[in-house]
């Protein structure tokens, strides 16, 4: 986050100036005002999800009130997505105002106690914050991305920095080209692999805390590796601003892609998720029963 925000006010501060990092941290501030209230809403939206009650859907509601309970976290709305591709994610600002969805094609997949498991793995990411955080994460690096355009503009058409400091000869003049340069195609760049960095850590993490929370990391452990076959067989056509929020990415969820990112890492930064291998493995190092 510190690493993002000083982005955020370099970039403004190389595209306007010191009135540039007051734009800067408004278009920050109303970004995440915005997706604070709203993203769960959007998030449920584009999935196609609609909710279910207790009446409509017993078995998915006892599920996820026996991982509650274990959790010890209020129990959030739970959607269903129709969807043959077996895949869920969790959304919310805080643990009082989460929602869970499911697809139906995961609900096929896994047996009872491997949905328990994914179950307990997203009501990691509400204990943990993780909507919150990686909604944060999300905004500051779209502000970033939003500044980089102006500084593209600034650079073609001679406005803001790019202005000021074609006007000047000297030595000045080539910094503020230079850091528009920076600002415009590297920031970005940066931005975006912390931003997946972020998301990888906080999966491992949900892996962890799920894990504990129920008891049976091979449960999850089982339920990743057939998500993973599942998604490679079924993708999900979804925005890629919100592939992060799902278990296993729905995009690329392909056994080639995973053996590809695996001879190559760069391959692997550019990814929202951690290897499935290596989830499973570490879920597997695991003590069960706790």
């Known amino acids: 986050m510190m690493v993002l925000s000083g982005l955020l ?3 403004g501060f190389f595209v306007g100036g ?6 800067a941290l408004i278009i920050s501030l109303g970004l995440n005002f915005f997706t604070y ?4 809403k959007l998030a449920l939206s584009m999935a196609g999800a609609h909710q279910v009650s207790q009446e409509q859907d017993p078995e998915l509601h006892q599920i996820v009130e026996d991982q509650i309970r274990l959790a010890r976290i209020p129990k959030p709305r739970v959607y269903v997505i129709n969807n043959e591709s077996p895949n869920a994610f969790a959304t919310g600002r805080n ?12 609900r096929r997949l896994l047996t009872r106690q491997e949905l328990g498991g994914v179950i307990a793995h ?14 944060m994460v999300a905004t500051i690096a779209m502000a970033i ?29 080539i910094v503020g080209i230079l850091g528009l340069l920076v600002v415009a195609i590297v920031f970005p760049l940066v931005a975006t692999l912390v931003r997946l ?15 504990r929370t129920s008891g049976n990391p091979f449960a999850l452990a089982d339920a990743l590796e057939k998500l993973e076959m599942g998604s490679a067989r079924r993708p999900m056509k979804v925005n890629e601003a919100t592939a992060h929020l799902y278990i296993v990415n729905p995009l690329s969820g392909s056994s080639h892609t995973h053996q590809a990112m695996r001879a190559d ?20 190092n695991m003590k069960s029963g706790w």
Do not use: C
């Not at 997203?122 to 990686?134: C, F, K, S, Y």
């Open 9 to 11: 006010l370099i970039a």
């Open 18 to 23: 010191y009135p540039g990092i007051i734009i």
């Open 37 to 40: 209230w709203f993203s769960d």
């Open 95 to 106: 643990p009082k105002n989460a929602a869970i969805a499911v697809t139906t094609g995961i």
């Open 122 to 135: 997203e009501l990691a990411h509400v204990g943990n914050r993780d909507t919150l955080i990686m909604t």
């Open 145 to 173: 991305a939003m500044i980089a355009t102006f500084a593209q503009f600034a650079m073609l058409f001679g406005g803001f920095g790019g202005g000021r400091n074609r006007e000047n000869s000297g030595p000045g003049a």
């Open 197 to 211: 960095a972020i998301s990888r850590a906080r999966e491992y993490q949900a892996d962890a805390t799920g894990a």
């Open 265 to 284: 890492s760069l391959s692997s930064l550019f990814s929202t998720h951690p290897p499935i291998q290596e989830r499973v493995r570490r879920l597997r």
